[in-house]
């Protein structure tokens, strides 16, 4: 197991195009999270899975964005109509989620998106 | 709401210096703190939580109600400590941070 990963690494599109990543967590991690970050700022929280239920949605997440772990498994982000603001570095990470006080988010390296 | 402040962008130090990252919280609940430390092209991991009151890597932080801080302290810095440290909060019983803006830490030689 080589922890969390994300593909693709770095995505390029257009304005107005459709955009999905993709998020493996950690086998058995049945906790796994999204969050967003953009330049000089700290990883902003959007949307959490607990095994394949979506148990909190932030409100950054507008109607544009939607995440699915359908198997409780993967996980995709998708970002419908992209608009430039939306450029930033999407982080996910996941957790055993056994106990919320011993409770570690590991992360993966991100999908770097750049909305021309 | 809950909020963190991290007032440094950057914070330049020689080798051997002691090193105070300052991380202030904003919460009226009982809130858990943690830094997490990115390295140059590493992934975001965590360092330390209060509530271990552990030492990691020489660095430690306590947690002061009173005055709503987390400051992570370092005796001796070293050149290996330079990176991008983030200060995190969490309300009891969530599973969700909230990070600060992050704090560039150089250690020259």
Not at chain 1, 21 to 47: A, K, M, V
Request: glycine share 8%.
């Amino acid at each position: 197991d080589t922890g969390v990963s994300q593909d693709p690494r770095h995505k390029i599109t257009k304005r107005g195009q459709n955009v999905t990543f993709r998020c493996d967590p950690i086998s058995e991690h049945n906790r796994l999270y999204w969050y967003r970050q953009t330049l000089g700022q700290g990883p902003e929280f959007l949307t959490y899975f607990q095994n394949e239920a979506q148990l909190e949605k932030s409100r950054l997440l507008s109607d544009r964005f939607s995440a699915e772990r359908p198997k409780g498994s993967f996980s995709t982000l998708e970002i419908q109509r992209t608009e430039q603001g939306d450029s930033a570095m999407y982080l996910c990470a996941s957790s055993e989620g056994s106990s919320v006080f011993t409770d570690t988010q590991y992360f993966g390296p991100g999908t770097r998106l750049t909305v021309l | 709401a809950q909020r963190v402040t991290q007032p440094e962008k950057l914070l330049s130090v020689f080798k051997g210096a002691p090193v105070e990252l300052k991380c202030n919280y904003s919460y009226s609940g009982s809130p858990e703190l943690f830094w997490y430390v990115q390295y140059s092209r590493q992934r975001l991991q965590l360092l330390l939580r209060h509530i271990s009151r552990e030492s990691i890597k020489g660095f430690t932080a306590d947690l002061n109600k009173g005055e709503t801080s987390f400051h992570l302290k370092k005796p001796f810095a070293q050149e290996e400590d330079s990176a991008m440290y983030y200060c995190a909060l969490r309300r009891g019983g969530s599973y969700i941070p909230t990070f600060g803006r992050g704090t560039s830490l150089i250690v020259h030689p």
